[in-house]
């Protein structure tokens, strides 16, 4: 039986994870799985940690937490070298649960058990994104999606003004308090060498389909064609922005006027102003940002 790091992020799902790994623990142990844990306990912890159990020899690793512990891991798995070659099991306790509803792997835990018993693999691009952070620049990988303008400044919001509030309360907070001050980016952007510049609203650049606790911003996402899907929205008005988020959750806005979908391997964006860049839901630093995909550079277990 393979030897497998189980990396538990006991704060996701708004510190529900601790309360759900005691049974998490009682499935994986009657499967006969052959494992150790530990628990992340501060943000950057779980990519340590992968980083560690990679260099190791564990033939495979184990998410228990939500996208931000995926994302971690596949940081700390591509930092020692093995992120294509140790496969990612995955045993959603979060909330939003973006990621693994493209990629085919079960929602509820019980089933995500099991799963990781399955000799079923799938390869999947990560994303690179580079960007300033205090004056410095670094470099981060996604798995999901990553993007700048509205939605990097509701993760901005979000992560520091409310997220004592818990997960969903501080998200809803972040997008009303957003709202209320956004005011749309003047940016030139480069998609594959040809440069232009617009006034956009927000760009997403996304290897899933889904993001944001259940948006659907690129609902043709394939997250192994080695292109992100960009979307990009342009300079459209907060009423019309309120009434089209709708659209959004249901992937049905690519036909409004103001937004553009497309496909892509590179883009870089430079504002005018600062603006925040986020990574799956996570805020790292500042634009000017360069986006970058690494084709079939992530295993992940499916059933």
Not at 185 to 214: A, H, P, Q, W
Request: charged share 25%; hydrophobic share 40%.
């Amino acid at each position: 039986m393979a030897r497998a790091k189980v990396i538990v992020n006991p704060a996701a799902g708004a510190g529900k994870t601790i309360k759900k790994w005691p049974r998490v623990k009682e499935l994986l142990d009657g499967m006969k799985l052959d494992f150790d844990f530990e628990f992340t306990d501060a943000p950057g912890h779980g990519m340590e940690l992968a980083k560690a159990a990679g260099k190791k020899g564990y033939e495979f690793i184990v998410s228990v937490g939500g996208d931000g512990t995926i994302h971690e891991i596949a940081n700390g798995l591509h930092q020692a070298g093995v992120a294509a070659q140790v496969p990612v099991g995955i045993v959603n306790t979060g909330t939003g649960a973006d990621y693994i509803r493209t990629i085919g792997v079960p929602r509820r835990y019980k089933e995500a058990c099991r799963c990781l018993l399955s000799p079923n693999r799938r390869m999947v691009d990560l994303g690179v994104v580079e960007y300033t952070r205090k004056g410095k620049r670094e470099k981060r990988l996604f798995v999901n999606f990553a993007g700048i303008g509205f939605d990097a400044e509701v993760v901005r919001a979000t992560t520091e003004k409310f997220k004592a509030m818990g997960s969903m309360p501080s998200y809803l907070m972040g997008l009303l308090s957003t709202l209320a001050s956004y005011e749309n980016r003047d940016v030139k952007i480069i998609v594959d060498g040809k440069s232009g510049e617009r006034r956009i609203c927000t760009v997403m650049l996304n290897n899933g389909r889904y993001g944001g606790g259940g948006m659907k911003p690129a609902p043709d996402a394939d997250p192994g064609d080695g292109f992100f899907d960009l979307m990009i929205i342009d300079d459209i008005t907060k009423p019309d922005l309120l009434v089209s988020i709708p659209r959004i959750y249901s992937g049905t806005h690519g036909t409004h006027p103001k937004v553009t979908l497309t496909r892509a391997r590179e883009v870089e964006i430079h504002p005018i102003r600062n603006s925040a860049v986020q990574a799956d839901g996570e805020l790292l630093g500042e634009a000017p940002a360069r986006f970058s995909i690494l084709p079939a550079a992530l295993s992940i277990i499916i059933e």
